[in-house]
């Protein structure tokens, strides 16, 4: 049998107390987790500046530009074979 548990209070100044604090610690997790992702912002935008800055003054070359061109070759394409299931139009 399924166990089935209830929260039952007949005061109303501790259910709106519980209420209260259930708020303020979802609050608090919420600013939490903001804070950590400001610092994980932060602490990439630093590493990006700081190797931007070591290449330019090593003098080296910055990744390579994608392939603009590229264009997939159907003679690599794989297709399963025949199963009898298709769909039908």
Known sequence: MLSVYRLATSNRFAVTALAVV???VAGVLVVFGLAL????????????????IWRRLTG???????????????????????SGRELKP
């Open 22 to 24: 259930a708020f303020g």
């Open 37 to 52: 992702l400001a610092g994980l912002v932060a602490v990439g935008s630093v590493v990006a500046v700081g190797v931007s």
């Open 60 to 82: 080296r070359p910055g990744p390579p530009p994608p392939i603009a061109r590229w264009r997939p070759d159907p003679g690599q394409e794989v297709f399963a074979p025949p």
